[in-house]
């Protein structure tokens, strides 16, 4: 596996690889990895001959007072596991290779009203710094693939819908949520909470499926279920941001004749901010 921290050696080994005939896929990361990262690695490598992971803690997506200079920072260890995947690129890049023009300086792209909702609503601008970042990435790579994961499942319409406004030839994957034995979905800020939090962190995702168990079931009535949910996880000890029913298609508020809907969720736990979802069709 190359390390490479920079643009043009990196597109100098793509712009072989590709007069050779192969494909490049692509996933971007922001490092600290775990199961549910190397999933994705695997599913990527399994579509494309050759395989660029990034690793760039990305500044544009992180608000005042969030966690960028905290955020988990194991450079070696993420390397280790990249090899042992058989990745052929692990990227690097810094600030200067990612924004030449400086962070102050960048032209942000819009991510639209899919990042004013849910998790946009309480991240004003998160969602453009993570369109900002992908669209540069895709820049730089040129890959024929990428894959994120389904957990960032509002992310993952937001990258789907760049690409196409964009008329960008990346096909976009959605790759599996991986969980722990308890349920909760695998995330680099699950670290972040204590042994109290972590015993009870998994009632987020037990909500959802029981949620989902009664939207099947058509009863009660949904507004019911949604509130019933929250204050559940209210009672629990976490602060619920949202717990919302939406088109799995769009995110678009969910009408009695949608058949594939998706169940969405954030809560603090503690000082730790959670998210999960739940895809399925009626």
Request: net charge negative.
């Amino acid at each position: 596996m190359h390390v490479i921290d920079a643009v043009e050696p990196l597109q100098s080994k793509i712009a072989r690889w590709k007069s050779q005939g192969h494909t490049v896929g692509l996933v971007p990361t922001m490092g600290d990895l775990h199961e549910g990262h190397l999933n994705l690695v695997r599913q990527a490598r399994a579509k494309a001959d050759r395989l660029v992971v990034s690793i760039f803690v990305n500044p544009l997506q992180f608000g005042p007072g969030e966690d960028f200079d905290r955020y988990p920072r194991e450079p070696e260890a993420d390397s280790g596991l990249l090899e042992k995947e058989q990745v052929d690129v692990l990227f690097t890049p810094g600030e200067a290779a990612m924004y030449p023009q400086g962070t102050q300086a960048v032209p942000q792209l819009s991510a639209g009203e899919l990042a004013n909702i849910l998790c946009g609503a309480s991240r004003p601008g998160h969602f453009d710094g993570v369109a900002t970042a992908v669209n540069r990435l895709f820049e730089i790579v040129q890959p024929d693939l990428a894959v994120f994961g389904l957990k960032d499942y509002q992310q993952l319409l937001v990258i789907r819908r760049l690409v196409a406004e964009r008329g960008l030839a990346v096909d976009i994957l959605g790759g599996t949520t991986c969980r722990e034995a308890d349920g909760l979905a695998m995330s680099t800020r699950n670290r972040y909470l204590n042994a109290g939090e972590r015993a009870v962190a998994a009632r987020l995702y037990a909500e959802l499926q029981a949620a989902a168990a009664l939207i099947k079931a058509d009863s009660p009535a949904r507004v019911q279920i949604l509130e019933r949910a929250v204050e559940n996880l209210a009672a629990a000890g976490f602060r619920p941001l949202y717990f919302e029913l939406r088109r799995a298609a769009d995110l678009s508020v969910a009408g009695e004749q949608d058949r594939d809907l998706a169940l969405l969720t954030a809560a603090y736990l503690g000082e730790t901010r959670l998210i999960d979802n739940l895809l399925f069709s009626l």
